[in-house]
Structures are given as C-alpha cells and as structure tokens.
C-alpha cells in the first residue's frame, strides 16, 4: 500500500481537517448518545453499556464497529478520490482513540491498569461520566459527552432536577456524596 496520494495535499491543511473533524466528531457523539443512543431506535445497543458487563464485551460495542467501519470508508475513498476525505478519516480514527482512553479506559477501566484522576480537567470528565452512570435506565441522564464535560456542580443540579426522589447510592458514585 502506497500513501504517495497524500503528497498531492499539503499536510497542515490535512491535519487542520482532521483536528476539526475531532470536534465534530464530539459534537456528533454528543447528539448521537442523547437522541439516539439513549432514544427509542438506539437504546436496544447501548442499554448493555448501563448494565453491568458480563464479558469481554457489550452489545453497545456495535457502535464503535460502525464508526470504524466509517472511518475505513473514509480512508478508501481519500486513497481513491479527493485526500481530505482520508483525512476525515483520520480526524475520525483519532476522535475514537480519544474517545477509547477516556470512556473505555479511565471511567469503565477496560485495560488492565487502574487510574483515577485526582484533579483537574480529566478528574471532572471522570466524574461527570459516573454522574452519567447515576440512573439507572435511559431517562433522566446527564453528561453526554466523551472529551467535553461540564462542571460536576452544574451536572449534580440537573440530576437533583431531574430526580427530586435521588439516584443511585452515594456509596456506588461518591461524587454524589460531597455537597455542591
Ligand atoms: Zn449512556
Ligand atoms: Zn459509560
């Protein structure tokens, strides 16, 4: 396999298309969780992401497939016809690893080392995507981003809004425990 076809585009216009891609690629998880994944058509997948896992693997995984599967497609036609579809392609491809690390790996530890973020802006994505993990069943959630998340303080009022009865145990999301 040749990447000779690259050498027809300049690279920093490329990579420029692949770091926007990455944003949109935030914005389209964003809409694609809440309306779809968590909608009618969609939760059939994803309802095994908010159960506990039994495997290796969840049924919601399918949607990481079909993403990739896009994300080939785009790397085709960019190596057969216009190259910044390839580099769409690779803005996707990169959006998934991120999305991998964050979600897969440092909230649900699906690789074999454990860490927690103690501070900063990665500690806020961890706890805002437990908060996420606070309800059970597809109603009522909050947080449904993968690399931009809100405040914690902002997402615990919506939560309390949408749940005046309370969630799930502070014991199994202490995020909830501390006041705020
Ligand atoms: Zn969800
Ligand atoms: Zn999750």
């Given at each position: 396999m040749s990447f000779a076809f690259l050498s027809t585009f300049p690279v920093w216009q490329g990579l420029l298309i692949a770091l926007g891609v990455v944003v949109a690629m935030e914005a389209t998880a964003y809409a694609v969780h809440r309306?779809?994944?968590?909608?009618p058509l969609g939760w059939?997948?994803?309802a095994s992401h908010h159960a506990p896992r039994t495997?290796?693997?969840?049924?919601?995984d399918l949607y990481a497939v079909v993403f990739a599967l896009l994300a080939i497609g785009l790397f085709t036609a960019g190596a057969l016809g216009p190259v910044w579809a390839w580099y769409v392609g690779l803005g996707t491809t990169l959006y998934g690893i991120l999305y991998f690390i964050a979600?897969?790996?440092?909230?649900?530890?699906?690789?074999?080392f454990r860490i927690v973020p103690k501070s900063g802006y990665l500690q806020r994505l961890y706890q805002a995507h437990r908060l996420h993990h606070a309800?059970?069943?597809?109603?009522?959630?909050?947080?449904?981003?993968f690399l931009y998340a809100p405040p914690v303080r902002v997402l615990k009022a919506r939560l309390r809004r949408h749940h005046p009865r309370g969630v799930r145990d502070p014991e199994d999301v202490p995020e909830l425990r501390s006041g705020g």
């Open positions: 309306w779809v994944m968590h909608g059939g997948w994803h495997g290796l693997f969840e049924r919601n979600h897969d790996g440092l909230v649900h530890q699906r690789w074999p309800v059970d069943g597809r109603d009522g959630c909050v947080s449904f981003g």
